[in-house]
């Protein structure tokens, strides 16, 4: 429906009709127009909605809006698709004027999923399909191996029984992937529907390729932030309508309305981009648990290093744990070697024998990876006076960057010219501080004389197009030397990669988040993966400064079991997560005082829930800390601070929050902007 609001005209969502009001009648505006041909908001889709502001202590528009494609929440005209194909990759559903429409291409029914829709209701009945590859129609299955027809054996049964949550832990290249396949396959035949949800954009296009290459027959389709928003509508009606019979995307897609969900799926679970970090702090795994106990489906967690919330669930047997503790195809894990940058080092970021092994993969014709998780040229610029190039609104460094040639700021976005000379003394010699993914492609590039080198960044791929043919370029052999960050360190399957080289791995050692080794442990064994998942053998050099430090330890031996261990008691007896439950509330304003004050009225004001009425047989479980700066203080000129509350009682910090979220408004100033984290994956 479209809405006055202001001088406005925005869309909203019907979510009752007949209540009573607050406002007098004639106070009331009237709703200017109705879109009756927009499907209804599906009741389950609704209640995870409801379910997920009041838990993350945020509006019902807030999280429910951006869930829905941009067409059905905008006041523009929009054009239903009148169809959909195999492919469900494309689609025009909105007016040729309206912003970011996608391609003409229409997706005719190939009726292999598609059922009868009445009244607009998006109730449908599916059939079951044949989801087994026939002569010419698919690819030859695989054959399982023991680990994977062990799991397969545990998890298929779980399918029609109701919830349950299994975590899949596999290292890198067990072949997680042919597990969920299999388990699809299942649930294609049964006539269901399934969610497979992926931490990140890029990591779409191929776990959709494998679930289409698997299934011709079947219409599976993409939901992210990226879609043009006609193919993001046409692929949300698909789903709604029982057209689509398998949804991958991002934290959004666990959203898509799914009227025959049977299975979900979590690949990469513990990555951290399944929480949103701004708006409603949502987070989309936890989020997906509880979409599959509402629909009492099965929910499947994949990862080589799962979060530590979900392994102590697994440790303590409140979920089930099946692993695959070899790689599926005959190459075995990959060899890890610490390589000590205090010695040895022929550039600045490349030790002597990290340039020796990528010469050697040069020579036998195979292909190497360069790991450093920083883009630009370098962190950035100083002189030898102690001048630092520093962003005006950020508590940050500018970064300096090659290509074009510039210094910037990565929070806030500003660009500056690199100056000739130092601004404090005047010194022209004002030199790079450390490696970052262009100095390091420079560097190769003088080092490795007739190499074919490719950078993989946000600054290297931007268009939808430059992913693709990358990832077509690395297949065939076109790159012999990848300078990438995180990018590339997950999901992807190059099997002519033997080498990886990780340039810099001790940066968040130093962090003070306390999640930041559980990170930097999770990042390395994933980018080590990549290494020797073809024919070849691969190997793993990490350069680091602290060798003897105990994460590189566990490293070594790719022993997640062991590290975790280590961490989880570090955590308990700091009564930390997952032993205890934690919330933020979080300002910025133009300077510090008026956070510092806000805050320290939450404060006073939550301790005195905490201490008072129905809150006193819980007091010991909660504790409010004192309000400090957040550690990156000030970003795009706000200053920004943080106050935390922690319990060791989930129901105690929920009770705490639902009286303390109602007093915020009034205790804030209007120039203070706040926000509620509940379970914050960043702790700076």
């Not at 929009?78 to 997706?107: E, F, H, I, L, Q």
């Not at 690819?139 to 399982?144: A, G, H, M, S, V």
């Not at 699809?184 to 191929?206: D, K």
């Not at 629909?295 to 099946?322: K, M, Y």
Request: proline residues 7%; glycine residues 8%.
């Amino acid at each position: 429906m479209v809405v006055p609001f202001g001088r406005r005209r925005v869309a909203g969502v019907v979510l009752a009709v007949n209540v009573a009001s607050d406002w007098p009648v004639a106070q009331l505006k009237p709703i200017e127009q109705v879109d009756r041909r927009a499907p209804p908001v599906p009741a389950e889709v609704l209640g995870l909605a409801t379910f997920a502001a009041d838990y993350y202590r945020a509006n019902l528009g807030e999280v429910l809006l951006p869930a829905l494609p941009p067409a059905l929440r905008g006041i523009k005209q929009w054009r239903m698709p009148k169809s959909v194909n195999k492919r469900g990759d494309t689609g025009n559903a909105t007016d040729p004027g309206a912003p970011r429409s996608g391609s003409s291409d229409k997706y005719p029914s190939n009726g292999a999923g598609r059922g009868a829709t009445e009244g607009g209701s998006g109730a449908s009945s599916l059939t079951s399909v044949d989801c087994h590859p026939r002569p010419g129609s698919g690819p030859d299955l695989p054959t399982l191996t023991a680990e994977q027809s062990a799991a397969l054996g545990a998890l298929a049964p779980r399918l029609g029984a109701g919830f349950s949550t299994t975590l899949l832990h596999g290292v890198t290249g067990s072949g997680k992937t042919e597990v969920y396949l299999r388990l699809l396959a299942e649930v294609l035949v049964a006539g269901g529907q399934a969610l497979v949800l992926v931490p990140e954009i890029n990591l779409v296009p191929q776990m959709l390729a494998r679930v289409r290459e698997r299934f011709p027959h079947v219409i599976a389709v993409p939901q992210h932030s990226a879609l043009a928003d006609g193919e993001r509508l046409a692929a949300w009606l698909a789903a709604q309508q029982g057209d689509a019979r398998v949804v991958v995307g991002t934290r959004l897609a666990v959203f898509a309305p799914l009227p025959h969900l049977a299975l979900v799926i979590v690949d990469e679970e513990h990555d951290a981009s399944y929480k949103q970090q701004d708006g409603p702090r949502i987070h989309a795994r936890d989020l997906a648990l509880y979409r599959a106990q509402q629909r009492e489906v099965p929910v499947v967690l994949g990862s080589a290093t799962p979060s530590l919330e979900t392994w102590a669930r697994a440790e303590a047997g409140a979920i089930e744990r099946v692993s695959l503790r070899q790689r599926a195809r005959a190459a075995a894990l990959p060899r890890l070697e610490l390589v000590d940058l205090r010695r040895g080092v022929v550039a600045p970021g490349i030790s002597a024998r990290l340039l020796d092994a990528l010469r050697a993969r040069l020579a036998r014709g195979e292909q190497s990876l360069v790991f450093i998780n920083r883009r630009g040229y370098s962190p950035t610029l100083r002189c030898n006076c102690g001048w630092l190039a520093d962003c005006r609104r950020c508590s940050a460094h500018l970064v300096l960057h090659r290509q074009p040639r510039s210094l910037r700021c990565h929070h806030c976005g500003a660009e500056h010219v690199i100056p000739k000379a130092c601004p404090d003394c005047g010194n022209l010699d004002l030199q790079p501080v450390g490696q970052a993914t262009q100095r390091i492609e420079t560097l190769l590039a003088d080092l490795l004389p007739g190499a074919r080198i490719a950078r993989v960044d946000r600054d290297a791929v931007r268009r939808r197009e430059d992913w693709p043919q990358l990832l077509a370029d690395i297949e065939a052999r076109r790159i012999d030397v990848l300078v990438g960050t995180q990018m590339l360190s997950k999901g992807h399957d190059f099997p002519g990669i033997t080498l990886v080289g990780v340039v810099d791995a001790d940066g968040a050692l130093y962090a003070s988040d306390f999640r930041a080794p559980e990170r930097l442990f999770a990042q390395l064994l994933q980018v080590a993966g990549r290494a020797g998942r073809g024919e070849s053998p691969g190997e793993v050099l990490v350069q680091t400064r602290l060798p003897e430090h105990p994460l590189f330890e566990s490293l070594l031996q790719a022993d997640y079991q062991g590290f975790a261990a280590e961490q989880l008691a570090e955590r308990r007896a700091a009564g930390l997560p997952p032993f205890a439950h934690l919330a933020m509330v979080r300002a910025e304003a133009a300077s510090d005082e008026p956070c510092e004050r806000f805050l320290d009225a939450v404060a006073h004001t939550a301790r005195d829930f905490a201490t008072a009425g129905r809150q006193k047989a819980q007091r010991g479980a909660l504790q409010v800390f004192d309000a400090v700066p957040a550690g990156m203080q000030r970003v795009a000129g706000q200053h920004r601070w943080q106050l935390m509350i922690q319990s060791t009682q989930r129901p105690a910090l929920r009770a705490l929050l639902a009286a303390l979220a109602p007093r915020l408004p009034e205790l804030a100033a209007r120039a203070v902007r706040w926000a509620i984290d509940v379970d914050p994956q960043l702790i700076d």
